[in-house]
């Protein structure tokens, strides 16, 4: 196949990489699994592939980026497969970032092993009873990488079952092993408590074979974790755009050369007493299969570009606003706890729903109280702290989706989320339109951020403007008591990821002005859709100003707006992605004047292209120039509450700004009026 394609450079387009050398591993590998279990490939896995049974003509669907490429209806590259059928092993999405799909492959099994704990129906087994196990495959050269370590960590930290296969060439793309890395995987792995380990000559088919029936083996019957480091030959390119004749040495190719596994085989084969001739049978016809493939693979229909839009997210059912959300009596609580008892409804309802971050078990039950009880609860296999591994928390998640199990998930601090970016950006925004929709990662996380008086420049971070530049998720950021429940009930409906922005200092109210953030406390079925802001001060007077804000913002405004009665309305987002345009627009047509509040940094963030979509949709309708306020442009908000409040804004810059946008507008009707 591989020689195909590299004869066919005109028509093979796209990038794509071969996995010759690879091959009796991959395929000692492949052949071994079960339909119940899970396997993540990455990109030299071809051969891995064809074991499973996955036909030439469907990889070279994927090749070609052809409408019915089974992986992805071609969104993504070669060998970057997954797959959800029946008969084989499940694949869940995984990027083309080296070594990223280790922590997903782990959060696989923490899935597996919580549902063998409460012994789900969800959990799939073997043809004979088997327990499913996760494979994980690797090159070599991505040990190096921290969130490889995270996941070899957490999977030794609670005994998992899967396998880690990392296959050695002795390359990472044109970086020889002794000049990146002080150890191969085998040794590496020595160091992780808990974690066993086997070395396999990766180029002999029937030690890979005997090596992984024994690893496999052990998985599951042990469910514990296991390292195969296998030394294969690198036989062809690094891939199809870094050529071999760029970088390797002719020697490096001969040493190579001795150690192709298919000759080992053919070898071995002939000894066993296969005739020339049967194997040039076997040869005649593979060559034929894959010739005819390609062709009708040729000729197979592009994508459609009307379906470039689809699968971005998953259709979700939490799409009107009901239930009881101000109760006969109900008592007026706090966001914190609001919050904590919509987590407590949810996983009361739902066993499939489980709940990690750092310091949120029984202890400290969260920084801000909003676990408490929790673990004592639900008890430790649903409700756990994790080690400091942001990137983990945030990965794992797709793992955990993917087997059916709804993560609960916290990031302690905003300013903590980007070890986790990676996570965030290459597996769970991409998941669901990668793999043309067939997994969406559902889950929700939870970042607590802004100001909390004091909390100076690692524990103050706003976050929202980087985050909306993530297409794949959705983004809520609720700022009083019985929004946050409605929008965690809707967020955890929802199949897609969620991100829930909540503000510290909302929390308890300990910033003035903010004790309209408690509320009476909604009933346990009260839902409200994410993308339907909230018109929290209205004005028949259309001669007003239309504020936008969310979060500490809106107490911000309202204080504001005591000084000009009757010329104030404010709108309340709640929702960031999706956001409720209609609402917004129509406000705005109504007044003409508008005014963006936020507290993170003004400068390239949220509110500035929000404005640029008001007046796109708006202009004709506009008496002032749209108004934006924000924090200063300061790489993270001082310890020093002086210098903190010289950050933010405050109800001066506010009231001036309102005050402007009334004159201007005044002053404008005054010049139109006088017009002939």
């Not at 024994?214 to 019957?221: G, H, M, P, Q």
């Not at 002939?270 to 005739?275: N, R």
């Not at 040039?280 to 994508?303: C, G, H, I, T």
Request: glycine content about 8%; some cysteine; charged content about 25%.
């Amino acid at each position: 196949m591989s020689q195909l394609y590299d004869r066919e450079r005109e028509i093979v387009r796209y990038i794509y990489a071969s996995s010759r050398g690879h091959e009796a591993i991959q395929i000692a590998t492949g052949l071994q699994l079960l339909p119940c279990d899970f396997v993540t490939p990455y990109y030299r896995d071809d051969s891995l592939m064809l074991s499973m049974g996955f036909t030439p003509h469907e990889l070279m669907l994927q090749l070609l980026a052809k409408k019915d490429d089974p992986f992805s209806a071609g969104r993504t590259y070669y060998c970057h497969p997954s797959s959800k059928r029946e008969d084989k092993p499940i694949i869940p999405h995984q990027s083309s970032a080296t070594g990223m799909q280790a922590i997903p492959a782990t959060g696989v099994a923490l899935g597996i092993q919580y549902f063998e704990k409460i012994q789900s129906p969800l959990l799939k087994k073997g043809p004979e009873n088997e327990s499913p196990v996760v494979v994980c495959s690797l090159g070599d050269d991505s040990m190096t990488e921290g969130e490889v370590s995270e996941a070899l960590q957490f999977a030794s930290l609670k005994q998992l079952p899967i396998l880690f296969l990392v296959q050695d060439n002795n390359w990472g793309i044109t970086v020889t092993s002794e000049e990146s890395r002080a150890m191969d995987a085998y040794d590496f792995a020595g160091g992780f408590k808990g974690l066993n380990r086997i070395r396999i000559d990766g180029s002999n088919f029937e030690e890979s074979f005997e090596g992984m029936a024994k690893a496999l083996n052990y998985v599951r019957s042990k469910r514990c974790p296991i390292l195969v480091h296998a030394n294969v030959p690198l036989l062809g390119h690094h891939n199809s755009n870094v050529r071999m004749e760029v970088y390797r040495s002719d020697d490096n190719l001969a040493r190579h050369a001795v150690n192709d596994p298919a000759f080992k085989l053919r070898r071995r084969l002939i000894e066993m007493g296969v005739s020339d001739d049967e194997l040039r049978r076997l040869d005649m016809d593979a060559l034929n299969e894959v010739q005819d493939s390609f062709e009708k693979a040729q000729k197979a229909d592009d994508p459609d570009p009307i379906t470039v839009l689809d699968n971005v997210f998953t259709p979700t059912t939490a799409l009107v606003e009901k239930g009881n959300r101000t109760p006969v009596n109900g008592g007026k609580v706090s966001m914190v706890e609001s919050a904590l008892h919509a987590v407590e409804e949810i996983m009361e309802g739902n066993p499939d729903c489980i709940y990690y971050g750092q310091d949120v078990g029984k202890r400290l039950g969260g920084m801000f109280g909003e676990a408490a009880s929790l673990e004592n609860k639900f008890g430790s296999d649903r409700v756990f702290n994790t080690p400091i591994q942001e990137a983990f928390i945030i990965g794992s998640t797709v793992g955990l989706s993917a087997i059916g199990v709804k993560p609960i998930v916290e990031i302690q601090f905003a300013d903590y989320l980007f070890p986790g970016m990676n996570q965030l950006v290459t597996e769970v925004s991409k998941s669901c339109y990668l793999s043309n929709g067939k997994f969406p990662v559902r889950t929700l996380i939870r970042i607590p951020v802004g100001t909390s008086v004091g909390g100076g420049p690692y524990h103050s971070g706003c976050i929202e403007s980087m985050l909306l530049t993530i297409k794949g998720i959705k983004v809520v950021y609720p700022s009083n008591a019985a929004d946050i429940k409605g929008l965690m009930k809707a967020a955890f409906i929802d199949p897609n990821p969620v991100i829930m922005l909540e503000h510290k200092g909302l929390y308890r109210s300990k910033i003035p002005g903010t004790q309209d953030a408690y509320m009476v406390e909604p009933e346990a079925d009260y839902i409200l859709p994410l993308g339907k802001a909230s018109l929290v001060l209205q004005t028949e007077n259309p001669d007003c100003v239309t504020i936008i804000t969310y979060g500490l913002g809106v107490y911000w405004a309202k204080e504001a707006a005591q000084f000009f009665k009757d010329k104030v309305e404010i709108i309340d987002l709640r929702t960031l992605y999706p956001l409720d345009e209609g609402l917004i627009f129509k406000a705005v047509k109504r007044s003409g004047k508008c005014l963006l509040l936020s507290e993170a940094p003004v400068e390239n963030s949220f509110i500035q292209a929000l404005a640029g979509r008001i007046q796109k949709s708006c202009f004709e309708y506009l008496k002032a120039p749209i108004l934006t306020i924000g924090a200063l442009n300061m790489p993270g908000l001082p310890v020093s509450l002086i210098l903190e409040n010289a950050v933010l804004p405050d109800i001066l810059k506010i009231s001036e700004g309102i005050n402007d946008l009334l004159i201007y507008a005044k002053k404008k009707d005054l010049i139109e009026t006088k017009l002939p």
